[in-house]
């Protein structure tokens, strides 16, 4: 028979914080290339202008996954029913 492992119901540390860190480097890199060629014709600015828009988001919910990782604090994260998620 073919278990699969319990799924995690919550990201970790080194996810949320790749989200974060990962969005707000697409925002900057993103506005930088937007300000760039702003005077460009074309779709340019508008694709970057999105991918401005995209990174702004995913930095503001890597933020939130940070801070309700900080508020659960050092509480295990229950994976399956009964079993606290193990502490490397």
Same mark, same amino acid.
């Given at each position: 028979?073919?278990?699969? *492992? *319990?799924?995690?119901?919550? *990201?970790?540390?080194?996810? $949320?914080?790749?989200? #974060?860190?990962? !969005? ?9 290339? #937007? ?6 014709? &074309?779709?340019?600015?508008? +694709? #970057? ?5 995209? &990174? $702004?988001?995913?930095?503001?919910? !890597?933020? +939130?996954?940070?801070?309700?990782? %900080? ?8 994976? %399956? ?8």
């Amino acid at each position: 028979m073919n278990e699969q *492992p *319990p799924k995690q119901r919550f *990201p970790s540390w080194k996810q $949320a914080l790749v989200i #974060f860190c990962g !969005g707000i480097v697409l925002a900057l890199s993103s506005c930088a290339v #937007f300000l760039a060629n702003l005077n460009a014709g &074309g779709n340019l600015p508008a +694709v #970057f202008a999105g991918s401005f828009i995209a &990174g $702004a988001i995913a930095s503001l919910v !890597g933020f +939130v996954l940070v801070l309700i990782r %900080a508020i659960r604090g050092s509480k295990p994260t229950l994976i %399956a029913p009964g079993k606290p998620e193990e502490k490397p």
